[in-house]
DNA sequence: TCAAAATGATTCGTATACGAAACAACGCAT
DNA sequence: ATGCGTTGTTTCGTATACGAATCATTTTGA
């Protein structure tokens, strides 16, 4: 995982930039921390990061398609796939093939993945909930905003930067 | 290593979990996208995400040790010396032992890896960048302020959940 | 209707990512 | 100085992660 700390090219006041600087340093760290927490959680029940956090979303959800769990946890099929193979190598899911739509693999808990989600006490991301938690009132209302704006503005920048689909035929 | 002694739980009015939920959905959202982009930039000129990284970063700082590249980039010395392995197949960079410090290896550009970092316009994280200089100042000092406070609490609660190094013979 | 486009999932190749083990070189204490 | 713990790096095994190609099954459109 690379987090730069990039040397400064669009132009600012030095003051804006530092602060710029901090503000994407202290959001790499607070994700990149939660990740490892996650993970740290997990190692004590024998499963890895994206295993713990797919076991207690199916206990939380019902059973869910391939593509929905990949929608949920922000991975490619590609990546979901892998991680329910080594989880059904594990007896922790089923796969189960839908009869309304035979393209479609439904996951569900085997009784051993439900008994682990039950067993593990705390959520994944939860010490940073927490963290987040103890914000007072106004200060919760204020970095939503703030962040939902950045997200916003992210999301424009991209769209301005990013062409239409180019016509290419390799 | 066994169960936590006490595993923390919070419970909270469902409103409140709803922001909470919130900040940490654009949170992941903002560092994903991030990388997404920066990932993006660096395929026009054939390299990975990591590597335009790495290849910035030794451009601006000039040439830094294995374990000084794996500080800044946040990332295992294992993980950035397989980058490395990659980088110098394809003649970006050159590893030399250091004469001080036998243990030691620096990496530095190649010539080509040199004009591969002048030829790419944008930094990596530029667009996060551009997104959060687009704050007003007093935008910018709060969302700062809070942030740093909610990573000053992880940092707490991390350290109140594990306990200092057990003695343990596996 | 029926071929073509779209969708859901898997497979493949490659690149992170990380912890543990191995190894060499350093440095400190006695 | 010698022993020994520490440090810097690499290697190994495993698990993500993703895009491209593939396959089967819908769905669409003329």
Known sequence: MVSPSTPPRI???????RDVD?????IVY???????LTKEVARASNLTGPQLT???????LG???LSALSDRI???NSTVSGIIDRMEREDLVRRVRSKEDRRVVHIKLTDKGRALAESVPIQPMEIFQAAIASLDGEEMTTILRI???LAGRVDELVKATTPTTPSETP
């Not at 607070?30 to 490892?36: G, K």
């Not at 797919?54 to 939380?60: C, E, I």
């Open 11 to 17: 132009s600012l006041p030095p003051g804006v930039q």
């Open 22 to 26: 901090k503000v994407v340093e202290t």
């Open 30 to 36: 607070l994700y990149t921390e939660s990740r490892r």
């Open 54 to 60: 797919v076991v207690k979303m199916l206990h939380h």
């Open 63 to 65: 059973d869910l398609s």
């Open 74 to 76: 922000r991975a490619g």
């Open 147 to 149: 962040l939902l704006k």
